[in-house]
């Protein structure tokens, strides 16, 4: 009874220590233990997270789309590595830099945030395939089976396959053009997963 006692001691002692950390966000806590903190802003991807900046001097809070904030700090020149991000997130009502910056992960239970991740992961390695090709559709042949595959894993996030054919189309059909058609329907699939809600990475906005 007293090992047993002192492991439940022992055991919730560090379930404390974890939760009380400054450095670890809570969506990194898993029954009560820590995962890892995340060393980049990619790295909330993998709690399906968004990121929760909370001001200490106006109490504005401002809860991020993760994408988007990915590419505004590309686009802004500003570093993703998360301690970074912790410190250099102004207050958007105040301006204050006194905020608090926390990853928060969508409310579901583990399995459907590991179903959603994957489900994630497997239109975002379809889109890689499709973005790799269609930069080199202007130059070789790209409609090879594994483009083919790529187009037939998004069909099941597209409602509408008609971009999907476009795609394969501007393929066949784009090799030695300068304006390369098939980028331009690489944009318009991604614009339409985006607008329907999916997580589209931001390398690929």
Same mark, same amino acid.
């Given at each position: 009874m007293r090992v047993e006692g002192g492991a439940a001691l022992i055991s919730e002692s560090h379930a404390v220590? +974890?939760? #009380? #950390? &400054? /450095? @670890?966000?809570?969506? /990194? &806590?898993?029954?009560? +233990?820590? @995962?890892?903190?995340?060393?980049t802003l990619q790295d909330l991807r993998r709690v399906e997270g968004a990121v929760r900046v909370t001001c200490r001097v106006c109490k504005a809070v401002k809860q991020y789309d993760l994408e988007e904030l990915i590419i505004d700090r590309r686009f802004r020149r500003l570093s993703m590595e998360w301690e970074a991000v912790r410190y250099t997130m102004p207050c958007r009502e105040c301006d204050s830099t006194d905020t608090r910056v926390d990853g928060v992960p969508f409310g579901q239970d583990d399995r459907e945030r590991r179903e959603r991740r994957s489900q994630a992961l497997l239109m975002n390695l379809a889109l890689a395939v499709l973005d790799d090709a269609s930069r080199r559709a202007r130059d070789e042949d790209v409609c090879v089976p594994a483009t083919r595959l790529a187009l037939r894993v998004l069909r099941a996030y597209l409602p509408d396959r008609e971009l999907l054919v476009t795609f394969w189309s501007a393929a066949e059909t784009g090799r030695g053009k300068p304006h390369g058609p098939a980028l331009q329907a690489m944009r318009w699939i991604v614009t339409k997963l985006v607008d329907a809600g999916h997580p589209v990475w931001a390398e690929f906005r």
């Open positions: 220590a +974890c939760r #009380s #950390s &400054l /450095f @670890v966000p809570a969506t /990194f &806590l898993h029954h009560g +233990c820590m @995962v890892g903190p995340p060393q």
